[in-house]
């Protein structure tokens, strides 16, 4: 076990450890938001044949190869053609087959004209200009080539995506299974919305964010609910857990206070402690472990610390989990919007805004910063990276963020 561990010995610890979980193959309409567990091939071109992106005539090019204003070329039209139908006729000399948009280029020919800048009286059609072999021809392939990887695993299926697998005679799409995650809170002055507070009591505010933030991300979410700070209780629902989920969360009771007995919890049940404590403020009592392949993530009670912890702990080891191929926040530099007076002896996370103004990438600090603050994460997007031993800091100067949120609220 290590103990006190920087933030990004804690990810690399549990990333190491961690493999994607299971695949299964889902119907295409319920793909969209999943990750995929394979490569996806195209089976064949896309699109499959040669065919016009208009409505016109399609024609040898070299037929209409003298055509001017003055001296425009007729041609005889043969044939109609609609989307989806294929030409019967070929396109032979000093004729032309009439074609929707989407239609196969009917055979012998190698150009389309468009409607447009045709005259046609009945089945006599004049060209006044002409047109290179190839022209106004969508080729095959021009999307997708045969063979071609897609997308590939790891990848987040889109909405395009979707589109283009579906376009592609896909009728299923094999991805990874949902990660599950258990998720638990601790602590005797807790009680849930449906109880009346009592004196010394608090909402329990830690089970719903986290709850929250787990099917953000698209996992399938169990809530144990809260437990009091009681060794046994809060073993048996750890194991209750973990007979299940893949991870499980739970808050609360890691600190070094009596009634903090989580880390004896996990003890009890024989888990092995990857870590214990992480340089950061907030959320320095985090603990992991790991049972059987399965991973206990113990975040500090305080409910700004458990999100942030949440966020910068646990959700690259789930989303390693999930099968993607990127975990980790998005590093940017930005210029501080604020003066923050206090000085950092350890590295800190402060909640800011990020947003990009004409050009410069900047943060604004989010509110107050204190552990227990729940008001400054709501607009919170980014978390500004403040080094250990940092003093005062003001606005305009230069830091380090780490992205966690929508920038461009989308
Ligand atoms: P702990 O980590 O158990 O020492 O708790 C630290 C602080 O966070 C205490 O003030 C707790 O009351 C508070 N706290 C712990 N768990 C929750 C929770 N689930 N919801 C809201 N506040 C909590
Ligand atoms: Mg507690």
Redesign the pocket.
Known sequence: MRRNVALEEAQDLLLSLADPVGECQLALFDAVGRVLSRDIEAPFNLPPFDKSPLDGYAVRAQDIAQASADNPVVLEVVEEVAAGHTARRKVTTKTAIKVMTGTAIPAGADAVIKFEDVRRAGNICKFFHPVKAGGNIVPAGEDVRKGEVIAARGTTVSPALVGLIAALGYAEVPVFDKVKIAVI???D??VDSSQKLQPGK??????PSLVAACLKLGTQITALG?VP?ELDAIANIISLGLADADIVIT?????V?D??VVPDALARLGADVIYRGVNMKPGS?AVAAEANGKFVICL????A??LITFELIAVPLIKKKMGLNSYLPARLGAKLGDDFAKASPQRRFLRGRFQVAEGVNRVMLTGEQG??VLKSLVNCNAYVDVPAGSGRMVAGQDVSVLIVGDVFGR
Not at 251 to 255: A, E, K, L
């Open positions: 809170s601790t602590g002055e807790l608090i909402y329990n505010s830690n089970l809260n700070d808050t609360g009771g890691v600190s206070g009634y903090d009592p500090s009670g305080n409910p610390a458990a552990n227990g």
